[in-house]
């Protein structure tokens, strides 16, 4: 028998189809043989001694040795523009707003081929601590209510560049998924006095159904009503609505917490095209002690038809409790899998 | 500059991204050359012939020469059990349902290879016609409140099957996506006294920016605040809440609209792939003065990334008045093709 189960933090319902339930590796992707990337490319424009291809640029974090590990540069063909003022219109009944905001591309090292699964732990570092640093800068601007930093993994995942990248868009509105969120996360404190959020990490902790790892500061798992395969949370295990909030011991944890799960996927599916996001507190509600930030890692395995468009609903084919036991196991780096091969 | 609008019926907002705008003709698909269907396929279960394939017929629509249009039947992979009680269970803060409910298929014909664009019209109004019987058969089953009828239309769109079809489920929950279209709806009625959606229309067709076509009982047109190039709504001008309110009359008139729609999107854009849903008040609901039932056709030319995954918020390159016009000078059937080339 299939079941619905709820999401508490949005209240969507989700098909969990036992009934045409895969075993987790069936998802593993077939990919056709393909050249692996060269590690330098002369077009791509994020390589390095291609600088002057990529416009400005924000902010530059250097390794130990000197070379740079995360560039940030404005996206050439940024969906917002930075100048101007946000100014509403209310003509009849339509709602519109200038379209001012940033769009920035976080460049995720020199190598043109070392995606995320494959770098060293403090090199992801340095790109979480980019995006603290550009999320910290940007939230100060009052024309700016909501920054949504995201990665997009390969083509399923809209990727178009092959350069290892992620991008931040900061826009004057709170978008409705946001609001929404938030305001459930709102209706919870108000009748228990407690967050969600802090709610469910300890019952999940505690159940240790769909835990895929622990770490001193953070929690992976799959969500109890997950709506696609695989599809993965990072939650920090002390309470912050906003990434803003983020300790740089912290973003270091983060950066091994990160790393392995992005590895376990990679090893576990062969390299699956994922996008992953983080789902922070608009920087006005920084503080608040009902919402707590987290990041979500989505892999495209599956496409949204038609069922998930009208009705909302998603039906997933993978028990969130099988995922969780397959990537507990999985390797999550090339040593880890020659000594098991 | 680019522009933020919001969606009146969802309340979200969209960036319509005018700097990276694209002519509607340049999102053309371009397919490597293809080997054309062939009209049979022997080891498909739904061609005629084959109906031991396929199992348990609901119905059967056949045509004035007697030969059948449309056959409804039961989904072989049933995301959902058809036997069995909806039951709730609460347990600490899970929450879930038997997952009870309807999972059928509407083949579309005989012809393994004509696609609804290419049919006649009064074949579409018999598919339509399918739809809106078995609607009103399952809606009267109490274990059921949300009826989704949907086709998915190529790889991008989901489609598995070649031959064409949709599909219907029935679910024992209202999704929180129609819920929350339907209290947006009602706050507009609790405030002014009239359906969101007739007052849409009626300044859309005074506007005349945005409209593709009009016909007897129904107008389409490109939503101001269209989250993906050349997402189509069509709505019966008529006030009607519920799908299982449209009449025979109406259903003719809806075949040819659909049809024309689906014929300008296959010779326009070279057969899309796409999705199309009837978004319909759930059964419970038919009759509220506020909401009005439509069809919403998403061609998939676009793929979603991690912004609109992690903000809710889609970038839509296209101008909805660009995309009207370019559809409403299409070709929608071979002969105006060829009289045109």
Same mark, same amino acid.
């Given at each position: 028998?299939p079941?619905?189960?709820?999401?508490r933090?949005?209240?969507?319902?989700?098909?969990?189809?036992?009934?045409?339930?895969?075993?987790?590796?069936?998802l593993?992707?077939?990919?056709p043989e393909?050249?692996p990337?060269p590690?330098?490319?002369?077009?791509?424009?994020?390589?390095?001694?291609?600088?002057?291809?990529?416009?400005?640029?924000?902010?530059?974090?250097?390794g130990?040795?000197?070379?740079?590990?995360?560039?940030?540069?404005?996206?050439?063909?940024?969906?917002?523009?930075?100048?101007?003022?946000?100014?509403?219109?209310?003509?009849?009944?339509?709602?519109?707003?200038?379209?001012?905001g940033?769009?920035?591309?976080i460049?995720?090292?020199?190598?043109?081929?070392?995606?995320t699964? /494959?770098l =060293?732990?403090?090199?992801? !570092?340095s790109?979480? *601590?980019?995006?603290?640093? %550009?999320?910290?800068?940007? &939230?100060?601007?009052?024309?700016?209510?909501?920054?949504?930093?995201?990665?997009?993994?390969?083509?399923?995942?809209?990727?178009?560049?092959?350069?290892?990248?992620?991008q931040?868009?900061?826009?004057?509105?709170?978008?409705?998924?946001?609001?929404?969120?938030?305001?459930?996360?709102?209706?919870?404190?108000?009748?228990?006095?407690?967050?969600?959020?802090?709610?469910?990490?300890?019952?999940?902790?505690?159940?240790?159904?769909?835990?895929?790892?622990?770490?001193?500061?953070?929690?992976? /798992?799959? =969500?109890?009503?997950?709506? !696609?395969p695989f599809? *993965?949370?990072?939650?920090? %295990?002390?309470?912050?609505? &906003?990434f803003?909030?983020?300790?740089?011991?912290?973003?270091?944890?983060?950066?091994?917490?990160?790393?392995?799960?992005l590895?376990?996927?990679?090893?576990?599916?062969?390299?699956?095209?994922f996008?992953?996001t983080?789902?922070?507190?608009?920087?006005?509600?920084?503080?608040?002690?009902?919402?707590?930030?987290?990041?979500?890692?989505?892999?495209?395995?599956?496409?949204?038809?038609?069922f998930?468009?009208?009705?909302?609903?998603?039906?997933?084919t993978?028990?969130?409790?099988?995922?969780?036991?397959?990537?507990?196991?999985?390797?999550?780096?090339?040593?880890?899998?020659?000594?098991?091969?």
């Amino acid at each position: 028998m299939p079941e619905l189960r709820q999401n508490r933090f949005t209240k969507e319902w989700v098909i969990i189809a036992t009934e045409r339930a895969k075993r987790p590796e069936e998802l593993k992707v077939n990919r056709p043989e393909v050249k692996p990337l060269p590690s330098y490319s002369p077009t791509c424009p994020f390589c390095p001694g291609n600088e002057q291809l990529a416009p400005t640029e924000f902010l530059r974090i250097n390794g130990p040795d000197g070379k740079w590990r995360a560039r940030v540069v404005a996206n050439k063909f940024a969906a917002l523009s930075r100048e101007g003022e946000p100014t509403r219109k209310v003509e009849k009944s339509k709602r519109t707003i200038n379209g001012v905001g940033m769009h920035e591309v976080i460049i995720e090292g020199p190598n043109h081929a070392l995606t995320t699964a /494959l770098l =060293p732990d403090d090199h992801v !570092t340095s790109i979480l *601590t980019a995006y603290k640093l %550009r999320y910290d800068e940007i &939230s100060r601007d009052p024309r700016i209510t909501q920054v949504t930093i995201f990665k997009n993994h390969g083509t399923a995942a809209g990727a178009s560049l092959e350069h290892p990248h992620s991008q931040l868009i900061a826009a004057p509105v709170i978008s409705h998924q946001v609001r929404d969120r938030m305001f459930e996360a709102l209706r919870h404190y108000d009748e228990f006095g407690e967050c969600i959020f802090c709610q469910m990490i300890a019952e999940e902790i505690d159940e240790n159904a769909r835990v895929v790892m622990v770490t001193d500061h953070f929690v992976v /798992l799959e =969500p109890f009503a997950s709506p !696609t395969p695989f599809t *993965t949370h990072i939650y920090p %295990r002390r309470h912050m609505a &906003s990434f803003g909030d983020v300790s740089m011991e912290e973003l270091a944890d983060l950066g091994h917490t990160l790393r392995t799960l992005l590895g376990k996927l990679y090893f576990g599916l062969d390299d699956p095209d994922f996008n992953y996001t983080v789902r922070t507190a608009p920087s006005e509600n920084a503080g608040v002690k009902y919402y707590h930030w987290h990041i979500s890692v989505i892999p495209r395995l599956t496409r949204v038809a038609g069922f998930e468009l009208g009705s909302g609903m998603f039906i997933n084919t993978v028990l969130p409790e099988a995922a969780a036991e397959f990537l507990r196991n999985a390797n999550a780096d090339k040593a880890s899998v020659e000594k098991a091969g």
